[in-house]
């Protein structure tokens, strides 16, 4: 088992670099699934458990697959709030927060994921070793262990709302705040006026989307931090990659259905890669 592996991912995305990951569901072995996206090349695992009943004993499956396998290992949390600090004192090495549309919102998940200076995380350094990836209490400094998950530790409030783009230079200013995920579907419902007979993809290509996700990107790029988006076709995906966004999540995995998404994931790659 390896050290730094989301460390080493944050400093590639922070150079520029294009990282790739699916969104992952219930259903499936989790070692199964980990290493068979490894294997195709993904660079991190993001679980969902906003819109899926994924329990915390199989998260807690995913947390030790990930970390043996040098696999950063993120989440969809379901809530904002403070509801995921378990996860994280678990192992899980970043967030991904729905609906957070003002600094305030993004400020209290900073406090709660990062351990003094940066934020006020409660001390939970040997409750489990894949927090720390197995470095002993007793015998590393404690402001070295916290330094350590700091480091490890990457958050993306989510971009969904028009009040969030209006916030977002000052969210991404936040130390501690990675970049940003972009929540297409959601943000094309903020802003409104879908045509009754648009479909998917209709509704995420449309022209008012569209201005809305390189106004995004150019503030990502503004400030220094990483822009990530995902529910696209390859082809859509890849002309996004090509504007700027560089953390690409590229399907959903549900009932382990890896092999089924192979091609899509292939395809993404080779147009982006």
């Known amino acids: 088992m390896g050290k730094n592996a989301t460390y080493n991912l944050k400093l590639r995305l ?13 259903g499936g072995e989790p070692a199964k699934i980990v ?9 991190f695992i993001l679980l969902d458990t906003e819109h899926s009943l994924l329990n915390k004993e199989t998260v807690f499956e995913y947390i030790q697959v990930c ?15 403070a509801y995921f600090r378990c996860y994280l004192d678990a192992g899980v090495n970043g967030l991904m927060l729905p609906l957070v549309d003002t600094v305030e919102e993004a400020a209290h998940a900073v406090s709660m994921s990062y ?48 009040e969030n783009i209006s916030n977002l230079p000052r969210i991404l200013s936040l130390e501690g705040i990675t970049g940003t995920i972009v929540g297409p579907f959601d943000l094309a419902f903020n802003i409104g006026g879908i045509d009754p007979k648009a479909l998917a993809m209709d509704v995420v290509t449309s022209q ?27 082809q859509v995906l890849a002309r996004w990659a090509k504007e700027g966004y560089n953390l690409l999540i590229v399907g959903y995995v549900l009932h382990g259905n890896v092999e089924a998404l ?4 292939e395809e993404a790659k080779a147009l982006i890669k």
Do not use: W
């Open 14 to 26: 922070g150079a520029g670099e294009k990282a790739f990951g699916q969104m992952v569901g219930p």
């Open 115 to 162: 351990f003094p200076p940066i934020g006020h995380r409660g001390y939970s350094l040997g409750m489990s070793p894949y927090l720390i990836d197995f470095q002993s209490p007793n015998e590393v400094p404690v402001l070295t262990l916290t330094e350590y998950v700091n480091n490890n530790t990457m958050l993306f409030p989510q971009t969904e709302s028009l």
């Open 208 to 234: 008012a989307v569209e201005e809305k996700l390189r106004e995004i990107v150019k503030i990502c790029q503004q400030a220094g931090k990483v822009a990530g988006i995902g529910g696209f076709t390859p």
């Open 67 to 81: 970390h043996e396998m040098d696999m950063p290992l993120l989440m969809r949390t379901e809530d904002k709030a």
């Open 262 to 265: 192979r091609p899509l994931i």
């Open 35 to 43: 290493k068979a996206l490894k294997d195709l090349g993904d660079d």
